[in-house]
Every structure is written in C-alpha cells, then in structure tokens.
C-alpha cells in the first residue's frame, strides 16, 4: 500500500516535534543541572571524596568551689585508619601490632573492613604520647594521629561516687560525669582531606579544618578541703573498724549545698574496672535505703515541739525501761530504762519509749504529714542519677504499733540524703532545700559564667521558734547526752546519735547494726551539717555515740576551721563522766614571775625559754582549753620586755 506524500510529511513533523520536546527536556534538566544543582552535586562529589581525622572536644573540667580541680584532661591520641588509603594491609597491620603490642590478625581485620575510617580499639585509643610517635615515624599510608583525651582525676579516690568516671569514648558513665555529660562532652570537630576512589590524597583540594568546641567547665558546691577531712576520716575508719561499709555527707544547711560527700568502699575513677560494678555503680548516700533508727526521731521531736504538745524541760516522762503499745511491748535501749525525765533527758538519753509517747501525742495521721512534709518518702531531687525515694507505711496499714515504732525509726525506709535534708530544714529555721552539688557552668575560652544554680527551697515545714528549741535540745544531746562523744573543744555543736538494726529477709540480724550520727555547728547558727554512718564495724560495742559521733564530731571541727569560722565559749559546757578526757583551761601567765610558775599549775607541763626573769609571752593563749598533761610554752624576758 502506497503512503501519500501528506502522511510522511505528517509522521516527520510528528517525529520533528517529539525531538524537539525530547531535546527540550533534556536542554532544561541540564540547565537546571548546570545552574540550580550544582552547589548540591558539588557538595555530594566532594562527601564522596572527603576523608576525616577526628579531633575530640575536651571535657569540660570539674571544679570545688575554690577552684581546685577535681576532674581535667591529659592529652592521650588515638591510632586511626583510613582503610582506602592503606598500600599494604598485611604489612601495616604487622608494624601496628608489634607497636601497640596487639594481635596483627585483629588489626588486619579492622583496617580492611569497607568504612571510611576506623580506630583500633582498644590497644590504639588512647595511647601515650611517646607511642604515638613511634606510629608516626613508621610513616604507613593510611594510618593517622588523632587528637583525643584520657579523663584524669587529680585527687584520685575523693569523691569518687560523686563525680563518676567517663568511658573510652569521653562519655559520662556514671556519676556527675554522666548527669551532666551534654553539658560536658562538647562537640567534636575534624580535619577533612580530600581523595580518589583509590585512596589517593588530591593535592588541587584544601583541607578543611573545622575545630573541636570544648564542654563547659562545672564548679561544684563541693570544698575539697572539706571532702579530704571527710576522706581521711572514713580511711581511718575503714582501718580501725572495718565495717561492711560506711557513709558521710557534708551540707550546708542553709541552702542545700553539698561541701562533701564519700562512700566506703570507693574506687579510682582512672581504674574503675579493677572493681565490681557493685561498688562504682552504689553511690551509698543517694541509692541506700535503710531504717535510720534514733536520727529519725528529730523528726517527731520537731513535729511534736511544732504542735506545742511537750515542753521540754517542765513535761516529764517516767520510763521503766519499756512501753506497751498494742499488746506489745516496746523496750528501750538501756536495760531497766532512765526512770523519771524531763522531755530534754528523753531527747538526750534517745529514750525509746519517751518517743513513742511523743508519736501517740501527735497521733498517725499529724506524724505522717510531718514526716511526708520533712521529705521522706520521695526523692530529694539531688543532680544524681539512682536516687531511691525509700519506703513509709501507707495510712491505711498503719496502725497504732507501725506509729510507735515509725516515731523512734523503727519500720520505715530512707536513705542518707534525705535525712540531712530533712534535718537541715529542722534546724535551719524550718526551710527544706533541694541538695544539690553544681554550683555554676563557666565557658572554657572566656572563663565567663553561662548559667548559675541557685538554692531551691520546696517549702517550709516548721517555725523559726520551733527550730530554735530543736537546735537547743540536739546541743544538749551532745553536751550531756548520746552524743558527747561529738563535742568540740570551742564550738557549740548539735546532733543526734542513731543506732539501726540491719534488716534482711525481712528479719533483723543479730549484732548487725548502722551506727549513725547527724551533727552540725555552730548550733546557735548552723554552717554546716554531717551525717556518717558506720555499717557493722568490727570489734567494738555497736553504739552510734561510741563509733559515728567521734568520727562526726572531727569532720565537724576541723571543717570549721577551715571555713573560719571563729571559736566561742558561750555554749553549753560538756558534762564530764568517768572516763573522758579531762579538759583544763590554759591561765594567763603573762607578768608573771619565772619563780612562781613552779606553783599550783599540777594539770599543766610548763616548759620556758629565754633567760629573763618574767613571762611575756606563752603558747597557747589564756582561755584556751586543752586536755589535761598538755604541754605550755612560756618566752622568758626582762618586766619590759614585749613579746613579738
């Protein structure tokens, strides 16, 4: 069938015009290629080609509140492999491992793995800087120095639980370092370089730089004075008692502040894997929860004293050694019990029964709001991870027993942050504050403050007045009572002992206790409160005013001193029993004559310098209180003579 001249030029001009819309498209797509896409394909052509050498950001440091550092950085670089880039695998993974001293077999199989770039872990991360030039000097394609660091802890041990530890990858794993690793870590930065799909580096491309932002430096609310008084203390401990373990928290009471706080056992962040998970994974103070024994009844002689049901030194209270509450009978801790007392004596003889009674006044459902009010029960909100709420009868199981108990510590659960919390806002003025340990955040280059914590007051439990007369009744306890064993010499200290029957299995352990005491000073106005527990020491009578109190009663002192806080005399004076160290007060013996000293100072050591014949000048000053048998030194001069 022949095709008419009409229809073929139909057909060409149809053929004409998909040509042409074909053309088009494809004049279109590669205008728009060559002039709206080429930023994009620029970019994905050179990703393509791009290789990158980390560089870590450094952790932010970790301050005390006086600047002392407590967490830095060591400069520890890392082996890193550019797999494209490696000539020879087999050779290069022998000179590694013969440097690294790792097996060649595993480098082999790193370094011929089809990733951009990959570590050799872990006998490449984070090595020393003379190893690291060694890798250098083999001078092997492929294989690059990065910059990392190795978390350093200057002050070892201290503060361990508390500050955590960071892993191979400078993050936080525990601790502080984990609560505040964003904040920390920072962000990494890189050196990229650009090569073929043969590993070969293209000189026409500049390398790119994009540089590593270091993490915010963190000041603590932690003294590290105050942390080593803590520390020395519970090593001295640990030899002398060996205990199962042992406690002790440090806090400024006015506004939460923790200046201390330790756990035995403890462990070097630096070598966290040479213990069990058990021991850096349980920061005791925030995690442990246990009855807290007498500590706790500050709590109801607070409530009770807020209620106005007691006067504490016109109410008295007869104890026979016992009460009987539901049938049952609930004994004091003295054998035969303190016989007739004021309610002060019940405070500072930590008189069982006197408490229980103290608990019937209040009644359950007034003493479950105080203590709820106190903060038990929930968590304190410290900036800790693993913090336990600890556990109170609910109401409705609470009978007239559960109360009794409930009101000498008996029966409930807390754990050690929340009781100096509680106790904090008994003795503060009745204001409850959130602990908490990050004071501020400062930037690393400028040294300039980025954000400031500031103390968080949840409520306000009791009255200035009430506080008052609970500052007064614990000073008695240390000065007459229980916790005699905390006085110190020139300072008005307050406190309650503790002494807790270990739970398990829902029975108690037979001589297994938590010896606890809850000290603070000055007592007229509180700068700082100590809590330590002692659990299950060996080899001496088990009493928180024989273990706990002498062990509070010296972290108290000496972090006094170091806060300066002035020595006063105008507090209650210690009453002397058979066997305590008998204290004698220093005379003044300035103008006196060399002849007369040999005269009525029996108590004393006298030991002079000098080749007058008159005092004028002696250590230590007149006033001063010092065991008896103490030694004096006197500088002998002319009458006119003025001691420098």
């Known amino acids: 069938m022949r095709v008419s001249n009409v229809t073929v030029r139909k057909r060409l001009v149809f053929i004409l015009v998909i040509g042409m819309i074909i053309y088009g ?108 030039e060694e890798v250098r000097k083999l001078h092997l394609p492929g294989v690059f120095i990065a910059e990392d660091y190795k978390r350093h802890y200057p002050h070892g041990s201290h503060l361990s639980h508390v500050l955590g530890f960071a892993g191979i990858d400078n993050q936080g794993l525990i601790g502080l370092e984990a609560y505040y690793d964003n904040l920390l870590k920072g962000e990494r930065g890189h050196v990229a370089f650009f090569s073929d799909a043969q590993g070969n580096r293209m000189s026409q491309l500049k390398d790119q730089y994009i540089p590593p932002k270091d993490g915010l430096n963190l000041v603590l609310t932690i003294d590290e004075r105050i942390q080593s008084i803590i520390e020395r203390e519970l090593d001295i401990a640990e030899q002398k008692y060996h205990p199962d373990n042992a406690i002790a928290i440090a806090m400024n009471p006015n506004t939460g502040e923790i200046l201390g706080m330790s756990t035995r056992p403890n462990f070097n962040p630096e070598n966290y894997q040479s213990v069990s998970p058990e021991v850096y994974n349980h920061n005791l103070p925030i995690w442990r929860t246990y009855e807290p024994g007498s500590t706790f009844k500050v709590i109801t002689l607070a409530a009770a004293l807020q209620e106005n049901l007691v006067d504490l030194q016109n109410d008295t209270f007869n104890d026979p050694g016992y009460i009987t509450v539901a049938g049952t009978d609930l004994h004091c801790w003295k054998r035969g019990g ?114 400031q914590n500031v103390p968080q007051l949840k409520r306000r439990v009791i009255s200035e007045e009430t506080s008052k ?123 006196q004559n060399k002849k007369s000293l040999s005269q009525g100072y029996y108590d004393l050591k006298i030991e002079a310098e000098g080749t007058g014949d008159t005092v004028i000048k002696q250590q230590p000053e007149p006033g001063v209180k010092v065991k008896s048998g103490s030694k004096i030194r006197i500088y002998l001069g002319d009458k006119n003579d003025k001691g420098d």
């Not at 870590?56 to 600047?67: Q, S, V």
């Not at 336990?388 to 942050?417: C, H, N, R, W, Y």
């Not at 706990?548 to 001193?561: C, V």
């Open 469 to 591: 007369k609970v500052r007064y009744a614990l000073e008695s306890v240390v000065a007459n009572g229980t916790g005699r064993n905390a006085f110190v010499e020139g300072y008005r200290v307050g406190g309650k002992t503790g002494t807790a029957q270990k739970v398990q299995n829902g029975r108690y352990l037979e001589n297994n206790y938590i010896l606890s005491f809850m000290g603070f000073a000055p007592a007229d106005d509180p700068q700082i409160i100590v809590y330590v527990a002692i659990d299950n020491p060996k080899g001496i009578v088990q009493f928180g005013g024989t273990v706990a109190a002498p062990i509070a009663g010296k972290i108290i002192g000496d972090s006094l001193q170091v806060l300066g806080v002035q020595k006063r005399t105008n507090g209650l004076e210690k009453e002397y029993r058979w066997g305590d160290e008998v204290m004698v007060t220093v005379p003044d013996l300035i103008g």
């Open 25 to 132: 498209v494809f004049a279109v797509r590669l205008g728009y290629v060559q002039f709206f896409m080429n930023g994009w394909l620029t970019k994905q052509a050179l990703d393509s080609w791009s290789r990158q050498i980390p560089y870590e950001a450094e952790r932010g440091d970790i301050l005390d509140r006086n600047g002392e550092i407590l967490a830095t950085n060591v400069s520890r670089p890392s082996v890193l492999v550019v797999p494209k880039q490696v000539r020879d695998p087999a050779k290069t993974a022998e000179k590694l491992a013969k440097v690294l001293d790792a097996d060649k077999e595993k480098i082999y199989k790193d370094i011929t793995k089809r990733v951009s770039t990959v570590y050799i872990k872990p006998e490449g991360r984070k090595i020393s800087n003379e190893k690291a």
């Open 338 to 451: 303190h016989g007739h007392e004021t309610y002060l004596e019940v405070v500072e003889n930590s008189c069982n029964p006197g408490f229980v009674k103290l608990g019937e006044m209040l009644g359950k459902d007034r003493l479950l709001s105080y203590i709820t009010k106190f903060g038990f029960g929930q968590k304190t909100g410290i900036d800790l991870q693993g913090e336990a709420k600890g556990i109170l009868f609910k109401p409705d199981k609470m009978g007239p027993l559960e109360a009794a108990t409930t009101a000498f510590g008996q029966g409930v659960s807390v754990t050690p942050i929340q009781q100096i919390a509680a106790v904090s806002a008994a003795i503060n003025g009745g204001y409850l504050y959130t602990p908490y340990l990050a004071k501020e955040w400062i930037d690393p280059d400028t040294g300039e403050v980025v954000s």
